[in-house]
């Protein structure tokens, strides 16, 4: 009598596990923007078995953004999650992998992210700022104040921008724009910069020190801006940032 | 002269008993929520 076929995975199977943080894995080092995600739940998981030892799988993965910019060396497991009411964002990915000899790779994966509903964060939180679109006028501003506001007082490298991360505003009790920028160090010192900031280039990628800025300005009713910018020092390339030897302009 | 029996009787004495207190394992899919669900 034929041997009866294997019961179907669990989504929530040590297999299925180990092959969800492999997808996850990959999904982080080959994105070049915006932050981490981490696994939130394993949707659906289907294995076509090819012969022996030889099985493609397909796996529907629920992420989470977190806090951790994509450029930033923190481990994944170190990174936390964004709270519902820090205005979360969901990542559906779609992966497919090969399991072959016991080994697991990445043949190919599909995201898309997506920020959850207004409405739903302004129902259990009245008065907590909302994801704002990065190109809004206020929050661009914001962003040239912080890193203008930086570089003045810095007595380390001039800082250029690589990418904003996020933005989000806040009507009530003030009105606050709160934003996350990506940056990298040139090769000018601040002061140098004063003189011809046109001739301070980011770094070679050998010698690239990348970093991360959070800012917030209140408009209304005084006018206060705070800055806190962190270099990650010069990275080499690693499990947790391998693109770093490719492009990331 | 053959009568047949309702289906629900049917059912009902061919349903096989299950022990008390058992509990159906849980669908293999979905899996657990690590954070929360938006």
Known sequence: VPAAP?????CD???????A?????YINGHSHHGYKFALNRIENIRVLPQGPNNDIIFLELDLLETKCHILSPTPLANCTVRSFTEHAVEGDCDVKLL??????????SKCHSHADSSEDILRLCPNCPLLESLNNTDVLATVT?????????TTDAYLRLLEIGRARTQYHPTHTVSVEFAVAATNCSAEEA??????????PDDQSNFGFCTAT???RPIQDLQVDCQLYGHQVPTPDIPFLSQDTS | SVAKRAVAEVAQHDKVPRPVGFVPPPPPCPGRIRHFKI
């Open chain 1, 217 to 219: 300005m209140v408009t």
């Open chain 1, 145 to 153: 104040a912080a890193l203008n506001d930086h570089n003045s007082k």
């Open chain 1, 194 to 203: 004063k003189d011809n900031v046109e001739a301070c280039q980011l770094l």
């Open chain 1, 21 to 25: 943080e492999v997808a996850v894995s």
């Open chain 1, 6 to 10: 294997p019961a179907p995975l669990g």
């Open chain 1, 13 to 19: 199977d040590p297999e299925s596990e180990a092959a």
């Open chain 1, 99 to 108: 399991k072959l000899d016991g080994k697991l790779s990445v043949l190919a």
